[in-house]
């Protein structure tokens, strides 16, 4: 499927053949730390291109030398990591629309293989491609990842870009994310400036909207593992008169049959039974022991809440599921 480029995403393509030519350490506020892992040495120079808001690389997704898909490759630190945890030839697939971009990440790879003696050039496929039509065969990924780049989509296009991951994945493959969230209004004028869009900054979508995207590909799985402050908008510096907060977010969502009932989506709720019984038995497939939380979907913490029982407490949502839930 061949699909025409939006227009808006021109200025996205100069500032990224402009960051590619010329690595820019202040393009993004990446929020997480860079991996250290034993035998691994990450060039200066994909440290300098590390354009992202948050990680999407997890040993926890990594098992079982998985075919890995990233889309859009920056410096191709990401793409070094990921080779870590899977090191066959060709299991793993860079994408990228910007040619500039390609070349420096494939010169990249090539001084991480100068220092790092596990690492073969031939793990990584480098390809030319956008999002919005992958160059992917269907059903043949099991872990995608993107960082901070959806966020440039207007709405229609990132659940364009959201089902072609959908599509190439496997089954119960999984789809790795970052990307900047607000709940801040935004004003016509920032949300239409097409370089801050580019900048990731006026694309971000309130955290709701971003998962009923997701969840509208079909996942039926979706962990909210992250949420954390990213940037802040001040009308002193841009076009709004209200101040934005901008948080960045990571998410994973799983390509699982989608419930009858809707999507599983966790975002750090649990619930905990300390009633005189040894454990609890919503006879839906929920047992909570005595005492002991239980992460659970935002799904089931509603339907205990509603049970209106004196021994069950749910808790708020933290924005950080490590596993171990309900579903």
């Given at each position: 499927m061949i699909m025409h480029t939006p227009d808006y995403l021109s200025e996205t393509h100069n500032v990224y053949k402009q960051a590619a030519e010329t690595p820019d350490v202040g393009l993004c506020c990446t929020t997480s730390p860079?991996?250290?892992?034993?035998?691994?040495?990450?060039?200066?120079?994909?440290q300098q291109m590390n354009y992202g808001c948050g990680m999407t690389v997890h040993?926890?997704?990594?098992?079982?030398?998985p075919s890995i898909l990233y889309v859009g490759v920056g410096g191709g630190m990401e793409l070094l990591q990921f080779a870590y945890f899977s090191r066959s030839e060709?299991?793993?697939?860079?994408?990228?629309?910007?040619?500039?971009m390609l070349q420096t990440?494939?010169?990249?790879?090539?001084?991480?293989?100068?220092?790092?003696?596990?690492?073969?050039?031939?793990?990584?496929?480098?390809?030319?491609?956008?999002?919005?039509?992958?160059?992917?065969?269907d059903n043949t990924i099991d872990v995608?990842?993107?960082?901070?780049?959806?966020?440039?989509?207007?709405?229609?296009?990132?659940?364009?870009?959201?089902?072609?991951?959908?599509?190439?994945?496997?089954?119960?493959?999984?789809?790795?994310?970052?990307d900047p969230i607000s709940e801040s209004p935004m004003s016509e004028e920032l949300r239409n400036n097409n370089k801050l869009r580019a900048l990731c900054l006026s694309g971000a979508l309130p955290l709701q909207t971003y998962l009923d995207c997701i969840t509208?590909?079909?996942?039926?799985?979706?962990?909210?593992?992250?949420?954390?402050?990213?940037?802040?908008?001040?009308?002193?510096?841009?076009?709004?008169?209200?101040?934005?907060?901008?948080?960045?977010?990571?998410?994973?969502?799983?390509?699982d049959p989608m419930p009858t009932d809707g999507p599983c989506i966790f975002t750090g709720k649990a619930a905990v039974y300390f009633g005189s019984e040894e454990y609890f038995d919503d006879n839906?497939?929920?047992?909570?022991?005595?005492?002991q939380p239980l992460q659970v979907c935002d799904k089931t913490a509603g339907a205990l809440a509603d049970l209106g029982r004196q021994d069950i407490l749910v808790t708020e949502s933290t924005y950080f599921y490590d596993g171990g839930g309900c579903c």
């Amino acid at each position: 499927m061949i699909m025409h480029t939006p227009d808006y995403l021109s200025e996205t393509h100069n500032v990224y053949k402009q960051a590619a030519e010329t690595p820019d350490v202040g393009l993004c506020c990446t929020t997480s730390p860079i991996w250290q892992l034993p035998g691994l040495d990450i060039p200066e120079k994909m440290q300098q291109m590390n354009y992202g808001c948050g990680m999407t690389v997890h040993p926890r997704d990594l098992v079982n030398d998985p075919s890995i898909l990233y889309v859009g490759v920056g410096g191709g630190m990401e793409l070094l990591q990921f080779a870590y945890f899977s090191r066959s030839e060709g299991s793993i697939i860079g994408v990228d629309s910007v040619p500039e971009m390609l070349q420096t990440c494939s010169e990249n790879l090539a001084l991480a293989s100068a220092s790092n003696s596990w690492f073969d050039r031939s793990f990584v496929e480098l390809k030319q491609g956008s999002a919005l039509s992958l160059p992917v065969a269907d059903n043949t990924i099991d872990v995608a990842a993107q960082n901070c780049l959806f966020n440039i989509f207007r709405e229609q296009d990132l659940q364009v870009a959201l089902n072609e991951m959908y599509r190439v994945l496997k089954p119960h493959g999984r789809l790795v994310m970052s990307d900047p969230i607000s709940e801040s209004p935004m004003s016509e004028e920032l949300r239409n400036n097409n370089k801050l869009r580019a900048l990731c900054l006026s694309g971000a979508l309130p955290l709701q909207t971003y998962l009923d995207c997701i969840t509208r590909a079909g996942f039926g799985t979706v962990e909210v593992r992250a949420k954390r402050p990213y940037r802040v908008l001040a009308p002193s510096h841009y076009p709004t008169k209200e101040l934005v907060i901008i948080e960045s977010v990571e998410v994973a969502a799983i390509k699982d049959p989608m419930p009858t009932d809707g999507p599983c989506i966790f975002t750090g709720k649990a619930a905990v039974y300390f009633g005189s019984e040894e454990y609890f038995d919503d006879n839906n497939g929920h047992v909570l022991m005595y005492n002991q939380p239980l992460q659970v979907c935002d799904k089931t913490a509603g339907a205990l809440a509603d049970l209106g029982r004196q021994d069950i407490l749910v808790t708020e949502s933290t924005y950080f599921y490590d596993g171990g839930g309900c579903c």
